[in-house]
């Protein structure tokens, strides 16, 4: 089993929202691969959302242009909830490369 976080609490709210997202996805169309294909906004806003301030919120661009999300602990541990939507497709997983230092801090956007 993996490990997202050595905090109990940041573990077990990631294991939660990773069920989630498994979940969605087979009772969706599967037109993607795999669950975590463009969920990373929202798997780490809701990790931060369970979480608070144990986790802050990074984003960066990856090969497609695309932004990806990921949380860290005030301790630098990369919680990725969605790392599995690059590393099944043998690329590079910009939470934890070269890419992952133009990481900008993010913020959850609001619903209006």
């Not at 990631?14 to 929202?42: C, H, I, W």
């Not at 969605?82 to 099944?88: E, I, P």
């Amino acid at each position: 089993m993996l490990n997202y976080s050595q905090d109990s609490e940041i573990e077990a709210a990631s294991l939660l929202v990773v069920a989630a997202l498994q979940k969605f996805y087979e009772q969706g169309d599967k037109s993607t691969r795999n669950p975590y294909e463009g969920m990373s906004y929202v798997a780490s806003v809701v990790l931060k959302n369970l979480v608070g301030v144990k986790v802050i919120l990074w984003k960066v661009k990856d090969q497609n242009s695309q932004f990806h999300w990921w949380c860290e602990t005030k301790d630098g541990e990369v919680i990725d909830l969605t790392s599995k939507q690059y590393s099944l497709n043998n690329i590079g997983v910009p939470s934890s490369g070269m890419a992952a230092r133009l990481k900008e801090q993010g913020r959850r956007i609001g619903v209006s």
